[in-house]
């Protein structure tokens, strides 16, 4: 193996005023990775360009080298869950959401973050027996996500129907919009009709469902609504990575991996049954550091390179939640880069870490903040910590993201 890429999903973020003005990752107690950044460099990265927002999708799209048109959201979440797709099928990546009823105003984009396998697993088989004229599929995924397919011969050129992301940019909004016809074609005027159609009958069910009656009875948020975005309905035309592996435990990063020729690398993601999601997160976050351990010994002489991709680390940015960010950057320090640590520059393999974007805590959401990148390389020795301050005066400097590659020697 001559390498091995690590993104930490969300990883950069902003001085924050609970941390006394550092970020997550200034702040954690990082000893492995300090002691890569410290024999090798550390740059910024714009994973897409800069002053662009970038969703998971776009940013790993663009790491990896591809131009944005190569694929949507929607595609490569339903390739990830194992939906079969037919040219001409509109897929959508879901989030199970709470809504105001009267205003339209989105409460939580993610239920509460409380919603159980179980209960979604209901909500969607309730979802299932909706009557439309094509066939759909409506799979659940992991927590409040989802996959949405419909059947058919569909355009794909509508938007979503949460404008916080427009095109790299965020519009600061929480109402809910139609989903719009983004040209004047009559079968895109006819799909944006009838997806809005869809979820108008999905919200009265949903409205209705015991699920959400017993869930308002126990205080939690209803999950009363779907937020659907990435439409997409042409396969994914990515470059092909033949040499390389990958760890993708999401959707959206299994249907990447999967969609690149990699050899994919998953596990079952625990399910959901308390309401204590950040301790679903900790045992999601133990398991992959485990099975990311586990696919590196078992393919470092097979393999050329290898893609390991850590969600956790995205979410308590979008929960405003510092200090449990800084807590999953330093378990990820004491187990998976402990373990590179050793064996690593044994095997003269080099390492590089980085984010598909940054989540500041304050700002709860992806902003077009660089990212930090660490390039071990095992070739200087000087004292350093892997943070944001020191990345942005590093000897790698500005990257763009498809530029990663060639900056490191990484290959197909």
């Known amino acids: 193996m001559k390498g091995i890429l690590i993104i930490l999903d969300g990883l950069g973020d902003r001085p924050n005023v609970q941390l006394k003005g550092k970020t997550p990752l200034e702040t954690a107690d990082t000893p492995n990775l300090d002691f890569f950044a410290s024999r090798g460099e550390m740059g910024y990265m714009y994973p897409v360009k800069p002053d662009f927002i970038p969703e998971s999708d776009e940013a790993i799209i663009s790491i990896f080298g591809n131009e944005l048109i190569s694929s949507t959201r929607g595609q490569l979440e339903a390739k990830g869950a194992e939906v079969k797709l037919k040219r001409g099928d509109l897929a959508l990546r879901v989030n199970f959401a709470t809504i105001n009823p009267q205003s339209g105003k989105i409460l939580d984009r993610r239920a509460g973050r409380t919603l159980t396998t179980e209960e979604a697993q209901e909500l969607a088989n309730a979802i299932n027996e909706i009557e439309m004229p094509f066939g759909f599929v409506f799979e659940p995924t992991v927590q409040h996500r989802a996959v949405l397919v419909f059947r058919g011969g569909f355009s794909d050129n509508i938007s979503g129907n949460d404008l916080i992301y427009s095109q790299g940019k965020v ?26 159609d869809f979820l108008e009958k999905v919200r009265e069910v949903l409205e209705n469902h015991p699920v959400n009656q017993e869930r308002i009875k126990r205080g939690l948020l209803p999950a ?123 095997k003269q393999i080099n390492l590089v870490v980085t984010a598909d974007h940054s989540t500041p805590c304050s700002f709860k959401s992806h902003s077009a903040d660089p990212v930090p990148v660490l390039f071990y390389n095992n070739s200087i020795l000087k004292e350093k910590h892997f943070g944001e301050k020191q990345a942005r005066v590093g000897s790698l400097r500005k990257i763009i993201g498809k530029e990663l590659f060639k900056k490191v020697g990484f290959a197909k």
């Open 224 to 346: 009363n609504y779907l937020l659907v975005r990435g439409a997409g309905i042409e396969a994914p035309k990515l470059k092909q990575y033949k040499k390389w592996i990958g760890l993708g435990y999401m959707p959206l990063e299994r249907g990447f991996i999967k969609a690149s020729g990699m050899k994919l690398y998953d596990f079952e993601y625990p399910s959901l049954r308390k309401l204590d999601a950040y301790e679903n997160l900790y045992a999601g976050l133990r398991k992959a550091c485990k099975y990311a351990i586990k696919m590196i010994k078992k393919n470092y002489k097979s393999k050329d390179y290898a893609y390991i991709h850590i969600k956790e680390t995205d979410l308590p940015g979008h929960d405003n939640k510092p200090f449990e960010k800084k807590e999953m950057i330093e378990y990820v320090d004491r187990t998976l880069f402990k373990f590179l640590r050793r064996f690593a520059p044994s």
């Open 171 to 196: 519009k600061i909004t929480d109402q809910v919009s139609r989903c719009l016809a983004l040209d004047e074609d009559e079968n895109t005027i006819y799909t944006a009709s009838v997806v809005n």
